[in-house]
């Protein structure tokens, strides 16, 4: 196990040809929540595929509540969400296939599953729990467990594992099915600079080599920047959009009320480039602008 194995595309060769260069994700007015209280209101997204994207705001501002909308899992109240073209169904979710990292909760302790049976789980609940395991499949968990310093712990009870190990366990789920599309929910939750390491080039890696598309959210966005291309702040509804060049330091630890500079002088902070009136949630927050896109 010290050598890892690399990494197999198990993509089928039609798979191109059925989804093209549609967008991987398209939110259009997008409202979710009760009509006269949305958790999530005016929401315009459009993600191209094989790009990394980044969703960040404060905690409380609807991040979880997107994704899984995204999914299919929560209700819209109003507007279209498409993934390559289709609306988010068991069936989408199952062809493409879709990783989701869920918002942390830890595994109990109790819980009757090693590290690798938790893992095998990911590639079960697409393919089906009653097919056995492909050999380029195990050896996929195999790499995926290495990469992420999780090699040792293949026999060891996945409830027994700190916080910081079960997160990483979590992700290599989410990865097991070598999936197209990526969603993960704040996957850094819990773990030291070592742990963020590890899945920033396992995640930079998938990109380089099987172009999956990546959608991320995170209350705090800094240890996002060496991966993701573009950028969002969410609070209820999209304050901005940036390509993440165009980020400085102070957008990252608070992007409700720094902005990115638009002409891409880090220096810069001219608020009056982002011109709006705050919606009716974020009104509370002094320096809340409507949504600017930059295409």
């Known amino acids: 196990m010290n050598q890892i194995e690399p990494l197999h595309s198990l993509h089928d060769a039609s798979f191109e040809s059925e989804f093209g260069a549609i967008p991987a994700i398209d939110l259009q007015s997008v409202q979710v929540g009760a009509l006269h209280d949305p958790i999530l209101q005016d929401i ?15 905690c409380g501002g609807g991040k979880t509540t ?23 169904s068991a069936r989408i ?3 493409l296939p879709i990783g989701y990292l869920p918002q942390f909760s830890p595994i109990p302790h109790d819980a009757p599953a090693t590290v690798w049976d938790y893992v095998c789980m990911g590639v079960m609940g697409a393919r089906g729990f009653f097919r056995p395991l492909r050999r380029e499949q ?11 310093h999780l090699d040792h712990h293949l026999k060891d009870p996945a409830g027994s594992l700190t916080p910081g ?24 939750h819990s773990m030291d600079p070592a742990g963020r390491e590890s899945v920033i080039r396992l995640l930079t890696d998938l990109q380089d080599r ?4 990546i959608f991320i959210t995170a209350q705090d966005g800094g240890p996002l920047a060496p991966i993701c291309r573009h950028v969002a702040c969410l609070n209820h ?59």
Do not use: Y
């Not at 315009?44 to 404060?58: H, Y």
């Open 44 to 58: 315009d997204l459009s993600v191209r595929e094989r790009d990394c994207f980044a969703v960040i705001g404060p």
């Open 66 to 88: 997107l994704l899984r909308a995204i999914l299919g899992l929560t209700p819209v109240l109003s507007g279209e969400i498409q993934l390559f073209g289709s609306h988010p």
């Open 165 to 188: 190990r079960q997160q990483r366990v979590r992700i290599a789920r989410a990865l097991s099915a070598m999936p197209k599309l990526l969603l993960m929910d704040d996957p850094f």
């Open 237 to 295: 509804s999209v304050l901005w959009v940036a390509g993440r060049r165009r980020i400085h330091h102070d957008v990252w630890s608070d992007p409700c009320r720094n902005f990115p500079s638009k002409d891409g002088d880090r220096s810069k902070k001219d608020r009056s480039r982002f011109p709006g009136h705050a919606s009716k949630r974020t009104r509370t927050l002094p320096n809340s602008h409507s949504i600017q896109f930059w295409r």
């Open 210 to 213: 099987f172009k999956t598309t």
């Open 93 to 95: 979710r199952r062809r």
């Open 138 to 148: 195990s050896l996929n968990i195999e790499s995926l467990l290495s990469a992420l």
